[in-house]
């Protein structure tokens, strides 16, 4: 069982950078990939960025490419979304998940979710 708690959301202006968080519980924290996921009003939640266990492979929407950077620090514990360049399209709530297995793209192959933490971008 992994508990997944995201931080760091909040409203900013077009062009701004946030840093979100996602804090999980446990000890095999390495084992899981992990995923960003947002969801925009009156949309269907969409993946963001993806990472693997250890950190080594990772890749991105092409919404977000170039200017979203994924990392993760196992021995925090923690995975994070660097978020530059923010457009009023990146408006949604973000949610990060885990699994166990390889990177997946899908948010029905994540088995982990947090509750999401609120990202909003004025232009």
């Known amino acids: 069982q992994v508990q997944l708690v995201e931080s760091g959301g909040g409203l900013v202006q077009a062009g701004d950078s946030l840093r979100l968080s996602c804090a999980a519980s446990g000890r095999t924290f390495n084992t899981y990939a992990m995923g960003w996921f947002r969801r925009a009003p009156g949309k269907e939640r969409e993946f963001v960025a993806r990472i693997s266990g250890l950190g080594t492979s990772s890749d991105y929407a092409d919404s977000v490419q170039g200017r979203f950077l994924i990392s993760r620090d196992n021995t925090k514990n923690t995975l994070y979304l660097q978020m530059n360049s923010l457009k009023p399209e990146d408006t949604a709530v973000y949610y990060c998940?885990?699994?166990?297995?390889?990177?997946?793209?899908?948010?029905?192959?994540?088995?982990?979710w947090g509750q999401g933490t609120q990202v909003t971008v004025s232009s």
């Open positions: 998940a885990a699994r166990k297995g390889p990177l997946s793209v899908l948010p029905n192959e994540y088995d982990y």
